[in-house]
């Protein structure tokens, strides 16, 4: 079986402040993580994924993810929040098993950023 | 631009009635998903199609049903057995079953029994 937990519904940061939204996994198999970011009634759009190449993830935005194994974390970070990353993120997890897979959604975490 | 188009936006349903959210994609994407999304709850996945007239029951199927007649389309019927139907309902794709090749998502349907 396998699941993520988002430790933190909800995070506040000022503009130009660094942003740290975290999410630990776990799973029986060698994980493919992913970061999805929605905007307010909107689809998701996929931020970055860790498929078992290099364990620090860059993606859109200016994002970027550290998988580690050993703390079975995959937390999400920014430079310097900007206005527009205003948004819910989802960590998503999903087993390399090699036959029929899908992914699990955390609960998401609620950005909120303040000038 | 290829993507996945998802309608209606928004869609109210009275109590007893079925209604079908539309999703068509043009991404020549083989897999296909819906998924619920509730406040506080992540997203839920309700059915899966990995092909054509083929689909799979996902976490939450009860009083929804499906149809994959096309691969561009995948339909979802909220049927009147589903007895909290409010929710916003996504649409996904994939080019293979599997998330390790990462998914479209539609902008969504929101669902509202009236």
């Known amino acids: 079986a396998q699941s993520v937990t988002q430790l933190d519904s909800h995070v506040s940061v000022s503009e130009g402040t660094p942003v740290l939204l975290r999410c630990n996994y776990s799973s029986s198999y060698s994980p493919s993580l992913f970061w999805y970011v929605q905007h307010p009634n909107k689809g998701l759009q996929l931020l970055l994924k860790y498929t078992s190449a290099a364990t620090l993830v860059k993606g859109i935005n200016g994002f970027e993810a550290e998988f580690k194994k050993s703390e079975t974390s995959f937390h999400l970070t920014k430079p310097s929040a900007h206005m527009s990353d205003a948004a819910e993120y989802f960590c998503?997890?999903?087993?390399?098993?090699?036959?029929?897979?899908?992914?699990?959604f955390g609960t998401g975490t609620r950005l909120q950023v303040t000038l | 631009d290829g993507g996945i188009t998802q309608s209606p936006k928004y869609l109210f349903r009275k109590e007893g009635q079925n209604v079908t959210l539309s999703c068509e994609q043009n991404?020549?994407?083989?897999?296909m998903y819906w998924y619920r999304q509730d406040p506080g709850q992540g997203l839920r996945l309700i059915y899966y199609?990995?092909?054509?007239?083929?689909?799979q029951k996902g976490d939450i199927a009860e009083g929804y049903s499906v149809s994959r007649e096309k691969k561009e389309s995948f339909p979802l019927t909220v049927t009147s057995a589903q007895k909290n139907p409010t929710a916003f309902y996504l649409c996904a794709s994939s080019s293979v079953f599997g998330a390790n090749y990462g998914y479209t998502f539609g902008s969504g349907t929101r669902l509202t029994v009236v």
């Open positions: 998503v997890v999903s087993q390399n098993t090699g036959t029929a897979s899908k992914l699990t």
């Open positions: 199609s990995q092909i054509v007239n083929d689909f």
């Open positions: 991404l020549n994407h083989d897999a």
